[in-house]
């Protein structure tokens, strides 16, 4: 159980942590912009973008492998269950385990996965405009 409560724990602190660095990175690009009277490209601020971009799909790969470490974590919790043969009784620790969620949308991975996408989305949209291309 505790190793468990670990990974959730550790895999939940990951995400916050890199929710908010992918979103600094961000915000940081798109400060630079406004601050950018020049509104020619600026290297510094594209390679911000391009750095968010990888930040986002780097995420993305750091979610997946988390995930991995998780469900090694919950399914040997689910062997002892049925080693004890602990039935009604075994620990579900989320709807997923009880199989009450649709097949992906409502997972927490899921909902990582499209944030990661979209915050790659807007640092390559960052990266067009300050390089002057429009779609």
Do not use: C
């Given at each position: 159980?505790?190793?468990?409560r670990f990974q959730v724990q550790l895999n939940?602190?990951?995400?916050?942590?890199?929710?908010?660095?992918?979103?600094?990175?961000?915000?940081?690009?798109a400060a630079?912009?406004?601050?950018?009277?020049?509104?020619?490209?600026d290297p510094l601020i594209a390679g911000i973008f391009v750095v968010g971009l990888v930040a986002a799909l780097m995420s993305m790969s750091a979610t997946y492998?988390?995930?991995g470490y998780y469900r090694a974590a919950r399914d040997h919790m689910r062997l002892l269950a049925n080693q004890l043969e602990l039935g009604e009784a075994a620990v579900t620790t989320t709807p997923g385990m009880?199989?009450?969620l649709p097949r992906r949308l409502g997972k927490?991975?899921?909902?990582?996965?499209?944030?990661?996408?979209?915050?790659?989305?807007?640092?390559f949209i960052?990266?067009?405009?300050v390089l002057g291309i429009t779609l």
């Open positions: 159980m505790e190793e468990y939940w602190n990951r995400a916050q942590y890199l929710l908010g660095f992918n979103t600094a990175v961000i915000a940081a690009g630079l912009i406004k601050l950018n009277s020049s509104k020619k490209a492998m988390q995930h009880r199989g009450a927490m991975q899921t909902i990582l996965y499209m944030l990661f996408a979209v915050v790659a989305v807007i640092n960052g990266i067009l405009y």
